[in-house]
């Protein structure tokens, strides 16, 4: 179990959680489970203030937290997906460049990364019995947390929002800055981000959408129908009635879920399973349309260009180490 001392009490992390490297500036934290592992750095900005770069390469965690004070955390998504259980059992889809807030004193629960990667930055501020020192800085900087835990309050318990430009120059300086600089720098930057906070008005910004748990379920369904069978084609109406969901409901949680259109959706992963199988070389190109549902060979290769960049027996041709080079 892995506990660490920077509010008044002790924040329990959880046992699936080790430190692997502590210092006075920084804790580096290391999570692993069967689906995975993930780094979490922290950073001790001030008393009852501290940053934490995420990096999760793992399709979902478990969440043991619990801090026993109050917490505004403020969660920043710079690439991939995370879902998100509200307390009412809705779900939210966090993608890059989401801004989400919420206040809490225990994290427990299982979260997903249907990208099966996260890399972000939470900040999290002490609400309740912040310490004098730090309290005194915040009012000389005209910063109140529990302000902000009200203005951004939900009885979801979150909320998601596309960022202000302001904010999300923040955040981008934040990844660009070379991580061995002093934490002063990080204060500054930190001092920053709240001020920006406060002046930002949430009724001016749109919220991201929740969605019904039977819903997420659904479209989770359609998803391993269609890409389970590439060659078939269904229409929305199909899997609307097939599913017992709503066109415009399948449609919205469908990219709310997976960050794409479904259409778009299976266009790409039908290129996918394409060009593994060009690579294998086992079979024409007229069998691969076939089987990722082009009747017409030209069109398919059309199709495939456009999403590779280089025609389908050009690809076929390429080398698996200098196709896996190019990507990087």
């Known amino acids: 179990m892995s506990k660490f001392v920077q509010w008044e009490n ?8 080790n ?9 580096v934290f290391q999570m692993q489970d069967d ?19 995420n990096n999760f390469f793992m399709e979902s965690c ?9 917490i505004l955390n403020i969660n920043y998504c710079r690439k991939g997906r995370i879902e998100w259980e509200a307390s009412d059992g809705r779900v939210m889809y966090i993608q890059d460049g989401d801004l989400q807030i919420e206040t809490k004193q225990n994290g427990s629960g299982r979260f997903h990364f249907p990208s099966c990667y996260y890399h972000g930055i939470t900040v999290g501020v002490q609400v309740d019995g912040m310490p004098a020192e730090t309290l005194k800085l915040l009012k000389k900087f005209g910063i109140d947390s529990q302000e902000l835990a009200r203005r951004f309050q939900s009885d979801s318990g979150a909320v998601a929002y596309k960022p202000s430009q302001q904010v ?12 061995d600089e002093p934490v002063h720098y990080f204060s ?35 998803a391993r129908l269609i890409t389970g069978n590439p060659d078939r ?23 709310g879920v997976f960050g794409l259109p479904i259409g778009q959706y299976l266009r790409e992963y039908r290129m996918d399973i394409a060009a593994k199988m060009l690579q294998h070389g086992g079979e024409s190109v007229a069998e691969i349309a076939g089987r990722v549902g082009y009747d017409n060979q030209s069109k398919f290769a059309a199709a495939f260009k456009a999403h ?14 200098t196709l896996e080079e190019n990507m990087r």
């Open 10 to 17: 002790e924040i329990d992390y959880g046992s699936n959680i």
């Open 19 to 27: 430190i692997v490297e502590q210092t006075q500036e920084k804790t």
């Open 35 to 53: 689906t995975g592992e993930g780094t979490m750095v922290q950073y001790h900005i001030l008393p009852g203030i501290m940053m934490i770069f």
């Open 62 to 70: 478990n969440s043991e937290l619990n801090a026993g004070i109050s």
């Open 168 to 179: 999300e120059r923040i955040f981008r300086d934040l990844y660009i800055t070379d991580r």
């Open 188 to 222: 500054i930057k930190i001092f920053e981000l709240l001020l920006a906070m406060q002046i930002m008005d949430p009724k001016k910004r749109e919220k991201k959408m929740y969605f019904q748990r039977c819903h997420v379920e659904a479209v989770k369904e359609i």
């Open 233 to 255: 084609h269904y229409t929305i109406h199909q899997l609307s009635e097939l599913y017992q969901i709503p066109s415009t409901t399948l449609k919205l949680c469908f990219k």
């Open 308 to 321: 590779k960049g280089v025609s389908p027996k050009a690809y076929g041709k390429v080398p698996v180490y």
